[in-house]
């Protein structure tokens, strides 16, 4: 079994960390370490009738957010990597300024410096020049900046196509391959601009 830590913070749009597990599960060749931020737990309330509980189940071990002990909070405790999604700007800005004072940020921290894969689904706009810099800064550091920005040439007719559109791009970066939404060019998926255009 791969493993994948999932990490959601307090930003709008904790169903992206949500449909991760949910996918990740549907897979079922993935051990998930779920971490939510306290802030997250109260984002989640307010966007969703939904208990904890059924978040929580998806995954194959919960670490408390300030857990700084935890297995994840270890190089020597091997991941594929960790998506936080969504992730909000203090917890972003945290991980490039290397403040791991929680579970969420040391985990991060230790992802970018054992060289694995850490993917920031960052939710915020607009976007002023901090904001900016900070990406900037945890992209040199390795990380994939990854805003959930919708695609449309997918043709999503619901929430869940545009959510899973973005689920399946973030778990492509860590060699996740799902078919959870049309691909470009690929049979029974959206046709490549070539195909489109009668090649023109
Ligand atoms: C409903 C709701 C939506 C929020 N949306 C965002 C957001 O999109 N981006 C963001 O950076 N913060 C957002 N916040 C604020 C964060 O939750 C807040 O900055 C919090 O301290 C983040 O802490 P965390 O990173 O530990 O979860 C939102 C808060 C609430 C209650």
Not at 44 to 68: F, Y
Not at 157 to 167: P, R, Y
Not at 175 to 194: D, Q
Request: aromatic share 4%.
């Amino acid at each position: 079994m791969k493993r994948i830590i999932i990490g959601i913070t307090g930003a709008t749009g904790t169903i992206y960390g949500w449909r991760l597990m949910e996918l990740l599960r549907s897979e079922g060749q993935t051990e998930i370490h779920l971490v939510m931020s306290p802030s997250a737990k109260l984002t989640l309330k307010m966007e969703h009738d939904v208990e904890l509980e059924r978040i929580s189940s998806l995954a194959h071990e919960v670490h408390a957010p300030g857990n700084i002990g935890a297995a994840i909070s270890s190089g020597s405790f091997f991941s594929e990597g960790m998506i936080i999604a969504p992730c909000s700007i203090k917890t972003m800005s945290n991980i490039a300024m290397g403040n791991t004072g929680d579970l969420i940020t040391r985990a991060a921290d230790v992802i970018l410096k054992e060289r694995r894969k850490l993917v920031v689904a960052v939710r915020e706009t607009p976007l002023h020049a901090g904001h900016l810099e900070s990406m900037s800064k945890l992209a040199n550091l390795g990380a994939v900046i990854f805003p959930p920005v919708p695609a449309f040439y997918n043709r999503p007719k619901t929430l869940e196509d545009i959510v899973d559109q973005s689920c399946m791009r973030m778990l492509d970066q860590l060699g996740v391959n799902l078919e959870s939404s049309p691909r470009w060019g690929e049979e029974g998926g959206v046709a490549a601009v070539g195909q489109v255009l009668g090649d023109k």
